[in-house]
């Protein structure tokens, strides 16, 4: 091995409910191979974090990877995650408690460990390599079953307090708004802009009057049936997707108004529907922005799931 | 002079509309002396920082200070400004275009000089030395004239792409709001939460009706007339102070939401009132935050208009 093999590779783990993504990357952000292994659930999620760690060694050993090789591992979790690597709520969706998850999975595999929040790992992969390469201030959103959001600050991830920064789907949007949220609250922008939420919107529209519409055609009610019938001109879903604009653009506007972000990045399932989807967004952000926040870009974000193991092995190689 | 008087002072300066307010500061956070001069605004503001330049080396051979005794100059400005103390729209009200302030006064001093933003720095020096003391990630929250915000994230001042972060009083909070902000856009915090805003509140309150109120009995109908006629029980007036909660409490709430601080400081003249103002924020902030962000704190300014060059000097000394 010679000095300029010292420091080649990073892993990054994207721990999720069912299965841990993986990646190994070269310093040049190539991902050479990336893999999944199970989510072990049992015993408080004890299992996790050996299971990781000895299935970074197996990869090590197949690719015939020395420690001295590897610049670190960087790790997205399911919950809030303070600058020191602490699950500050633990992680419901795993089991964990409370504990210090860096110095944890350090303690397994001897190699640096940064942790995040997946949300914000996944920003910081978009920033790094997908939608947001060449900006250091940026706001990802992610429309899938809820609304998250990762906010990038000076190229750094913004935790806040508690982990808790960035939970723009529960901003309230709405003060009319009779059923509850999942975070027990009413009115939150994921109750409108989420997938759930379009078809939220797409009912009540559909209820509302008897006028024609794609949508009544007996296909199944989805954010992306919606979207692929205003492609096909249904005015319905035309009004339906300007409702969903005018929540989220609203929101926007409030996460710009505090944070001041160059461009914001759009991901997750709904935004599957493409640049049209930006199309409905724009024009309401521009209406209730700040004048001098007006000048935040948006954009589709292009690594899909794999943002997060990106945006874990980024922060140990950007 | 010896070693342990290297870098004993800092000056913090904090440039208004009509005056410029100084202050000269040691290494231990302690004002030694403070003083103002006017703000000279012909010729596009032109004299402005040779003024300042001026004032500085003044009272530098007043106390006999040397050149290596002064760490050097903070800067509070009215207007966006950069992470490298570019002035990015200039400053209407100084009659200022676009250029480097810190780079610029550095030509006239010799001085190492750090600037930004007023209202930021006014936050920076309640977290320093006054209300948010002991705390790195917070929002000041200024309620005067209109609603100003300054936010701190890991002890440093969050500027935004453009400067235009923590612009917390034009975040759209109300869909039926008739009358224009003024910043053009129409149901901002600030026309609800401002002082001109609670008055706002008031009138349309007291035209509703008829009800008694000490509100109607000839004073002059201000924020603090308000806020003492809640003090004395009056009906009419608590009202009034529970839509201004209502107002402030869900937009804080949406700032919690993105950047989850650990603080709130509540300044400006409103905060006159004292705590009895936060007694009609914190109910409504509490309904409608996510639950990971309740933590927040709430707590009073307590440097009034001095902020302004504390936080300057400590942009220095910190």
Redesign the interface.
Known sequence: MNEADIGKYAFGVDIGGTTVKLGLFDRDAHVLDKWEIPTVKDNEGAAILPDIAESIRSKMKEKSILLDEVVGVGVGAPG?VD?EGVMV?GAVNLGWGVFNLSNTLNGYLHLPVESANDANVAAYGEMWQGGGKGYK?LVAVTLGTGVG?G?I??GKI???????????G???IEDNEPEQCG???RG?LEQYASATGIVRLAKRRLEKDASPSILREGGELTAKAVFDAVKAGDVVAVEIAQRFGEYLG?GL??????????VFVIGGGVSKAGEILLSYIEPAFQ??V????R??KFTLATLGNDAGIYGAAGLILR
Do not use: Q, T
């Not at 506007?253 to 160059?262: C, I, L, S």
């Not at 700040?290 to 926040?293: E, G, I, K, L, Y």
């Open positions: 809030a600058d709520n201030n959001g906010i600050v000076n913004l935790n806040g307090a508690v982990g808790g920064a960035g939970e723009i529960h901003i309230h975070c027990k609250n939150c609203k506007a409030a996460v710009a108004d505090v944070v001041n972000p160059e209406k209730y700040f004048p001098a926040c000048g935040a």
